[in-house]
């Protein structure tokens, strides 16, 4: 498969050449335990500190509110099982959903008021449909909280009313298993406990050259934002001006990343689209990549009105660097060859 026929940018995107040349350099260089005194821990815990300050950068933070993690689903468990009572948005990610219901929490329409908690959670981008919400318009009072993994490093971010967020370096170039946690004081209730590692809040040995690549990745996305941001607009008119077909419609709201487009496919199993699309060398998604294994609709889709039948006859389209236009022509000439030979074996 070509790169630019990837789009599949929400699952994941590929390292950028930088990030990998960093991590390598890391990894080579930077041998020592970054909480070992001598001279090459030293010279480890250097190299975190600067990645810590190129995240807070990204996200209009100080370094000292970033907390490293192995990325936004641990981010997101670690709110969960923070004291309280505890609601969230039902366009949640699948941690974040499976994290209130072992916690005992609720779930509310993100359209709609808040139910009274302690904690509230709300996703910034759904990483389905890309609708995008604001946290910070729920509650005064709450302790807050955001899913802001489709948001880092493609839409501007303003983290002020907000109590927490969770992040992940693989969305925004960065190297897969490692992410981050900003608490706007500083402190929480360690979930991780052991060596008291990242000042107390989160226990274990740092993935040293991971957290290099996100540092890496965060600063190449602050200088790339509004080029990146433009790109994916244009992709995403390409594909809409390209894809007329009947039964076709998008699953957006007027506030939508422009980086995410879910389409509903009136009559074709998502499914069998996918791997349609994927026999003529493109990849898309019939929804998150973590829950591809299952076979129920999207609670996602379902939250958002779509039926059963529509949920399950939607796909996931994710836009990114390395997709032009002349592939995203592509991508259009073949989801209409694909959608019109799986209704006629219909």
Same mark, same amino acid.
């Given at each position: 498969?070509?790169?630019?026929?990837?789009?599949?940018?929400?699952?994941?995107?590929?390292?950028?050449?930088?990030?990998?040349?960093?991590?390598?350099?890391?990894?080579?260089?930077?041998?020592?335990?970054?909480?070992?005194?001598?001279?090459?821990?030293?010279?480890?815990?250097?190299?975190?500190?600067?990645?810590?300050?190129?995240?807070?950068? $990204?996200?209009?933070?100080?370094? /000292?509110?970033?907390?490293?993690? !192995?990325?936004?689903?641990? !981010?997101?468990?670690?709110?969960?099982?923070?004291?309280?009572?505890?609601?969230? #948005?039902?366009?949640?990610?699948?941690?974040?959903?499976?994290?209130? &219901?072992?916690?005992?929490?609720?779930?509310?329409? %993100?359209?709609?008021?808040?139910?009274?908690?302690? &904690?509230?959670?709300?996703?910034?981008?759904?990483? /389905?449909? *890309?609708?995008?919400?604001?946290?910070?318009?729920?509650?005064?009072?709450?302790?807050?909280?955001?899913?802001?993994?489709?948001? $880092?490093?493609?839409? %501007?971010?303003?983290?002020?009313? $907000? @109590?927490?967020?969770?992040? !992940?370096?693989?969305?925004?170039?960065? %190297?897969? *298993?490692? *992410?981050?946690?900003?608490?706007?004081?500083?402190?929480?209730? %360690?979930?991780?406990?052991?060596?008291?590692? /990242?000042?107390?809040?989160?226990? *274990?040995?740092?993935?040293?050259?991971?957290?290099?690549?996100?540092?890496?990745?965060?600063?190449?996305?602050?200088?790339?934002?509004?080029?990146?941001?433009?790109?994916?607009?244009?992709?995403?008119?390409?594909?809409?001006?390209?894809?007329?077909?009947?039964?076709?419609?998008?699953? &957006?709201?007027?506030? +939508?990343?422009?980086?995410?487009?879910?389409?509903?496919? @009136? #009559?074709?199993?998502?499914?069998?689209?996918?791997?349609?699309?994927?026999?003529?060398?493109?990849?898309?998604?019939?929804?998150?990549?973590?829950?591809?294994?299952?076979?129920?609709?999207?609670?996602?889709?379902? +939250?958002? #009105?779509?039926?059963?039948?529509?949920?399950? !006859?939607?796909?996931?389209?994710?836009?990114? &660097? /390395?997709?032009?236009?002349?592939?995203?022509?592509?991508?259009?000439?073949? $989801?209409?060859?694909?959608?019109?030979?799986?209704?006629?074996?219909?």
């Amino acid at each position: 498969m070509r790169r630019e026929n990837y789009f599949d940018y929400a699952a994941t995107t590929p390292a950028a050449p930088e990030v990998i040349r960093a991590v390598a350099e890391s990894m080579t260089e930077e041998i020592g335990n970054p909480h070992s005194i001598h001279a090459l821990g030293r010279a480890a815990h250097v190299a975190i500190e600067s990645a810590r300050s190129k995240v807070a950068a $990204l996200v209009g933070c100080s370094p /000292e509110q970033i907390v490293f993690t !192995s990325g936004a689903t641990e !981010s997101n468990l670690w709110f969960c099982a923070m004291e309280g009572s505890l609601a969230a #948005g039902t366009w949640e990610h699948s941690s974040m959903r499976e994290g209130v &219901r072992r916690a005992g929490g609720t779930f509310f329409d %993100p359209t709609q008021s808040a139910p009274t908690a302690d &904690r509230l959670s709300c996703i910034l981008v759904s990483n /389905e449909t *890309g609708d995008m919400t604001d946290p910070s318009a729920l509650s005064t009072t709450a302790v807050l909280h955001t899913d802001a993994t489709q948001a $880092l490093g493609k839409i %501007p971010l303003s983290l002020e009313a $907000l @109590d927490f967020a969770s992040f !992940s370096a693989h969305k925004l170039y960065g %190297p897969k *298993g490692i *992410g981050a946690m900003y608490i706007r004081d500083g402190h929480a209730e %360690p979930w991780f406990i052991g060596g008291g590692q /990242e000042e107390g809040r989160r226990s *274990g040995t740092a993935n040293v050259a991971g957290i290099v690549g996100f540092g890496v990745a965060a600063e190449l996305a602050l200088h790339r934002l509004e080029h990146d941001f433009d790109h994916a607009q244009q992709l995403l008119s390409v594909l809409m001006t390209e894809l007329d077909l009947p039964g076709v419609r998008p699953v &957006r709201g007027r506030d +939508a990343s422009p980086y995410i487009l879910a389409l509903n496919i @009136d #009559g074709v199993a998502g499914q069998s689209l996918v791997e349609e699309m994927d026999l003529r060398g493109f990849a898309i998604s019939a929804g998150a990549a973590c829950s591809s294994q299952s076979t129920a609709p999207s609670p996602v889709l379902l +939250a958002m #009105g779509l039926s059963e039948h529509e949920a399950r !006859s939607t796909v996931r389209i994710s836009f990114g &660097r /390395e997709n032009t236009e002349e592939s995203t022509r592509d991508l259009a000439a073949h $989801l209409t060859k694909a959608i019109q030979n799986l209704k006629s074996l219909k």
